[in-house]
């Protein structure tokens, strides 16, 4: 399985877009990119996936590079509520390896 | 609300006592997951149910026992655990495994084992 890497902590401050950005340079060809969100005391919620390029919910924008190494999951103009930690996860089939993950704090 | 429900939300057990940990989720799901998570580490998946059959265990030691009676309820039984045990348990399911389906967490068990 491909291993992730990415920031431990980031600090922002409310109205700010934040870019977290994760490595995965063994991503496999099958491989999609996934991240999910996690506020303490609760389990994980997806935010969004891509394969390539760009994707956009009402949430999040998901950034891929063309040679897919890396990816970078966009948050506009954040609020409080977003703090949390931003879990980035590389996965060929349903078996998801979460790694550390980043603790995203939002300042007021 | 997650669809995914998780009881009891805590609990305390000796090392010799026998628990279990019960996930239902109405989301209508075929795939059910378990997973740990201690402090200090990364979410660690320790079951995948799919259509009742599981399609994996990753190393989890016998003190763990899943069971999947049906596609919406999957239990762990958990016998003479050990202190390093203490953890959150997390439940999730997706529709199915496949590569592109969401999957949905309960709000887990913080299981503390003394």
């Known amino acids: 399985l491909a291993k992730t890497t990415q920031p431990i902590s980031m600090d922002s401050y409310e109205g700010q877009e934040v870019n977290i950005t994760c490595s995965h340079n063994?991503?496999?060809?099958?491989?999609?990119i996934t991240w999910y969100q996690q506020f303490p005391s609760q389990g994980p919620r997806f935010i969004i996936q891509g394969y390539k390029t760009k994707v956009t919910n009402e949430v999040a924008s998901l950034f891929i590079p063309a040679d897919r190494k890396s990816s970078t999951l966009s948050l506009p103009r954040v609020s409080l509520s977003d703090t949390a930690v931003y879990y980035c996860l590389v996965n060929d089939n349903n078996d998801m390896r979460f790694g550390a993950g980043t603790r995203l704090t939002v300042k007021p | 609300e997650t669809g995914v429900t998780q009881t009891p939300r805590h609990l305390v057990m000796g090392m010799t006592n026998k628990k279990s940990l019960k996930c239902e989720q109405h989301?209508?799901?075929?795939?059910m997951y378990w997973y740990k998570q201690s402090a200090k580490k990364p979410l660690e998946l320790m079951f995948v149910?799919?259509?009742?059959?599981?399609?994996e265990n990753n190393s989890v030691p016998s003190r763990f026992s899943p069971e999947c009676p049906n596609s919406s309820h999957l239990f762990l039984h958990l016998h003479t655990l050990q202190p390093e045990d203490s953890a959150l348990y997390l439940c999730a399911s997706s529709q199915d495994t496949g590569v592109d389906n969401e999957q949905f967490f309960g709000p887990g068990t913080r299981l503390t084992v003394l």
């Open positions: 989301l209508g799901h075929n795939a």
């Open positions: 149910y799919n259509f009742k059959e599981q399609t």
């Open positions: 063994n991503i496999a060809t099958n491989d999609y």
